[in-house]
T-cell receptor, first 115, second 114 residues
Framework: AQSVTQLDSHVSVSEGTPVLLRCNYS??????LFWYVQHPNKGLQLLLK??????LVKGINGFEAEFKKSETSFHLTKPSAHMSDAAEYFC?????????????FGTGTRLQVTL | DSGVTQTPKHLITATGQRVTLRCSPR?????VYWYQQSLDQGLQFLIQ???????AKGNILERFSAQQFPDLHSELNLSSLELGDSALYFC?????????????FGPGTRLTVL
């Protein structure tokens, strides 16, 4: 079964400093990986996705993630944090089985951005 | 705004009761997915429908059922409710069920069971 592990439940950064949210995956074949963000009392929004094209994936709001097969990692980064980035971030793996698909979510990382 | 709508936004009910959550997918999307987000279980996939047919099941309890209607809207029925069913229920939709495409999430329905 495919799964993802988010290594930090909480990350706190100062505004203007880099963000690193870590995610490791487990998959028997090349996975489809995603990062979703959930702002307080809001639904989930797709930040970026990896589907075996380029290993460095650029997303919205300045976020990017790099797929590293050798390390089975898909860490999310942003060069400079903004107050509006404070939210819950989910690393997600997609499983396709013929005519069906499902997303398996990590446990989430809460990003706090301080002044 | 993702284009996926869910009603109601909030629902408060008592143990043993039955509720129905409704989801309207984005225009043109044929697949609908239901997810449950709770403090102890996190975000879990419940069930997927594609053009009216059930396609995949996740950790959905037997007390829960869903369907997708000809106009493509979907309903999630939760019965014999327990305190532990209190959660945020999300619906998502996508165009195809086979392609590597994006699932668009609705704002969720917050269910509180007292």
């Amino acid at each position: 079964a495919q799964s993802v592990t988010q290594l930090d439940s909480h990350v706190s950064v100062s505004e203007g400093t880099p963000v690193l949210l870590r995610c490791n995956y487990s998959s028997s074949y090349s996975p489809s990986l995603f990062w979703y963000v959930q702002h307080p009392n809001k639904g989930l929004q797709l930040l970026l996705k990896y589907t075996s094209a380029a290993t460095l994936v650029k997303g919205i709001n300045g976020f990017e993630a790099e797929f590293k097969k050798s390390e089975t990692s898909f860490h999310l980064t942003k060069p400079s944090a903004h107050m509006s980035d404070a939210a819950e971030y989910f690393c997600v793996v997609r499983t396709d089985t013929g005519t069906a698909s499902k997303l398996t979510f990590g446990t989430g990382t809460r990003l706090q951005v301080t002044l | 705004d993702s284009g996926v709508t869910q009603t109601p936004k909030h629902l408060i009910t008592a143990t043993g009761q039955r509720v129905t959550l409704r989801c309207s997918p984005r225009s043109g999307d044929l697949s609908v997915y239901w997810y449950q987000q709770s403090l102890d279980q996190g975000l879990q996939f419940l069930i997927q429908y594609y053009n009216g047919e059930e396609r995949a099941k996740g950790n959905i309890l037997e007390r829960f059922s869903a369907q997708q209607f000809p106009d493509l809207h979907s309903e999630l029925n939760l019965s014999s409710l327990e305190l532990g069913d209190s959660a945020l229920y999300f619906c998502a939709s996508s165009v195809w069920d086979r392609e590597i495409d994006e699932q668009f999430f609705g704002p969720g329905t917050r269910l509180t069971v007292l």
